[in-house]
């Protein structure tokens, strides 16, 4: 089966897209971070996107669909999974009626337990195509009680310092998982005020914080964590905020920390510290996944091509669809035994 990326997924033998970047008739919309979205007339997603999208699809015609629910097309019809990279991420299963295959769309994967997302849920297949952010051998994360609880311990002691402690998360996802891990270690809380936002439509959708939060853009307060998305915008504020001679320390967390030449505290990357923390797979959970879900054809796409080179490697025919992709990233490929 053709599969064509160029801005998004595209399955022409079907004429349905996944994730486009430019308006269309009808795509799919596996979730709500900005580079998976557009304002198409008719997208269709889970009732938890569209409620982090709120107003952006508000000259759309939203089709929602539950997870599990199936919706018909002419040639196809599509059913949605969880992906656990953050509330309402779906996978799309894309059954073919003419031929009876099965593409199964991952989006953004995320495979490791969040407390505030819906699990990811393997789905058989007969052709994959998966994300491959972290689709490099070099990326590799530590068991995430480990980097939660480094986190936890440095935060307080930068309280204790008298410093005001920074936690920096994408805004979307990581920032309410963060919010949740620092609110159940007992911290007192600020977010950025757009973290606090997208945390209150959490909530709509039935997660439970435990604990206290507030909006933190006015003010910064003696003891309590500031919970910022990454940026130089963030830094600017904090600063116009901070208490006068408070010292200001950064924690990132990010799969990024994970790469090679980043150490945990500060170098190569922009915090005073960096722990490997992510909202997708890591390397290994990627490869775990194509092993579970048996696709005889794996397509890659946004990441590294290095997935794809490692699944040849293990027998599989994959192919990296990007960019970067060249002809030595089709070559040698063996079928699946
Ligand atoms: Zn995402």
């Not at 320390?249 to 150490?263: D, N």
């Not at 490997?276 to 091509?305: C, E, I, K, M, W």
Request: glycine fraction near 10%.
């Amino acid at each position: 089966m053709d599969v064509v990326f160029d801005r998004g997924v595209y399955l022409p033998e079907v004429g349905l897209w996944l994730d486009a970047l430019r308006k269309q008739d009808t795509s799919v919309i596996s979730h709500a971070h900005s580079d998976h979205t557009a304002r198409h007339r008719r997208p269709v997603l889970t009732p938890g996107t569209r409620l982090l999208l709120g107003e952006y699809l508000d000259r759309s015609e939203p089709v929602e669909l539950d997870f599990g629910q199936t919706l018909d097309f002419p040639d196809c019809t599509i059913t949605l999974y969880p992906a656990g990279h953050c509330l309402g991420s779906a996978q799309t299963l894309v059954e073919i009626k003419a031929t009876g295959e099965r593409l199964l769309y991952t989006g953004d994967l995320r495979v490791q337990p969040s407390p505030i997302n819906e699990g990811h849920q393997p789905v058989p297949c007969d052709v994959l195509v998966i994300e491959s952010t972290y689709g490099r051998p070099d990326y590799v994360f530590p068991p995430q009680e480990e980097a939660i609880g480094t986190a936890v311990r440095v935060v307080a002691q930068w309280i204790e310092q008298g410093a005001v402690p920074v936690v920096m998360g994408w805004r979307l996802g990581k920032a309410q998982e963060a919010l949740y891990h620092l609110l159940s270690a007992g911290f007192r809380v600020a977010c950025e005020d757009s973290v606090y936002e997208i945390a209150q439509r959490y909530e709509q959708a039935g997660v439970v914080f435990p604990g206290e939060y507030r909006p933190g853009n006015g003010e910064c307060r003696e003891g309590e964590a500031m919970l910022f998305p990454p940026g130089r915008k963030s830094r600017e504020m904090v600063n116009r905020i901070k208490p006068e001679r408070r010292p200001v320390r950064y924690l990132e967390l990010t799969g990024w920390a994970a790469g090679p030449g980043v150490k945990p505290w500060g170098r190569g990357r922009p915090g005073d510290a960096s722990l490997p923390y992510s909202d997708h797979a890591d390397f290994n959970d990627l490869v775990a996944y194509v092993d579970t879900v048996r696709p005889r054809q794996v397509y890659t796409v946004f990441g590294f091509p290095d997935l794809a080179d490692h699944l040849r490697r293990k027998g599989y025919s994959a192919i990296h669809l990007g960019k970067n992709a060249t002809e030595a990233d089709r070559a040698f490929q063996m079928p699946l035994l």
